[in-house]
């Protein structure tokens, strides 16, 4: 009988963790309709674009789900906090990033996040929160900019705080020019 509580405990408290998170998850992704996923997702891209692209319902990462078939080959993506929309090289880098697989760029690329973001690595593409130096940026609305010859990108500085465009993630394969589109605010830095 006491073995048996002691392995009733254990269990419970390895648990109790996943218990949380997947409640603190779930406060942090609300449920929306689909009509409330496509208007997320469009509010990243001008409307121009926004409104013939292809819808992916991302708000659960783990289940991409197409909303919305496109007819103008950009895609927006409904994610809570970082809604993007891509064209077609975006895509690809998109693809590569996610697969951390070689990444062939054919021309300029251009990517629309008019709603901002909520933080990534300056430097780190595959850095999941803030450290002591990742250089963890939450940015203004903004476009992206990725080029074929990645030598363009030498021309930009890596500072995010300027206000002004800046490389992320500078030395890898997924590097890009962030384009900042609100005048109000620059970048921060998180001081974690």
Known sequence: MLRK???????????TPVIVYAQHDRKAAPRLTNAQKIALAT???????AKNATIIDMTDMSKPN???????????????????CLDKEW??????????????????????????????????????????DNQWVVSPPHIMVIYQDPKM????????????????WKGTPYAHVMVPVSLTKAATMSSK
């Open 43 to 49: 509010s990243a891209g001008p409307s121009e674009i």
């Open 5 to 15: 509580t002691a392995q009733l405990f254990a269990v419970l408290v390895l648990l």
């Open 91 to 132: 895509q690809k880098w998109a693809q590569a990033w996610m697969s951390k697989s070689e990444l062939k760029i054919e021309g300029t690329g251009i990517a629309y996040m008019l709603a901002g973001d909520k933080g990534a690595s300056n430097t780190d593409p595959y850095a999941t929160e803030p450290t002591a």
């Open 66 to 84: 197409q909303l919305r078939a496109g007819t103008n080959g950009w895609v927006c993506h409904a994610m809570i906090n970082q809604p993007m």
């Open 153 to 168: 990108l030498d021309a930009y500085p890596t500072d995010p705080k300027s206000g002004g465009p800046w490389v992320m």
